[in-house]
């Protein structure tokens, strides 16, 4: 049986860096299905983070919520969304300003090369 709903704070959440060993990029856990292993996380990146190549093994759908957030040639911003479908190799991505998304995986969020 799965839990009640329950409320989390992006402002006073436990944000983590995504790579210990490169800075620019932190996420917040918002919800994770044990079933499926899908996972809703809240991510700020820094102006000029970019990650040449990503794929995921479930799709990734993207809501950008503040900054400037390139993928490929398109750039999102406030309000825009995208779907990335699993297995589909996806990139460069790049912050053109610092930046808020939110982003729902169906299935592990592995992350790309």
Known sequence: MRGAIAKKSTKDG???QVF???AGAWSLLLNKDPDTKGRTIAVRYTEGWEVLES???GTVEVLVLEGQFQVG???Y???DYFCVPG???HGPE???TDVRIIVISHGPLTPGP
Do not use: F, S
Request: glycine fraction near 14%.
């Open 55 to 57: 794929v995921h093994d």
């Open 77 to 79: 911003g406030p309000g």
């Open 14 to 16: 436990d944000w983590r």
């Open 94 to 96: 790049r912050a053109l």
């Open 87 to 89: 297995g589909v190799v």
């Open 73 to 75: 040639p398109i750039v």
């Open 20 to 22: 210990p060993d490169r």
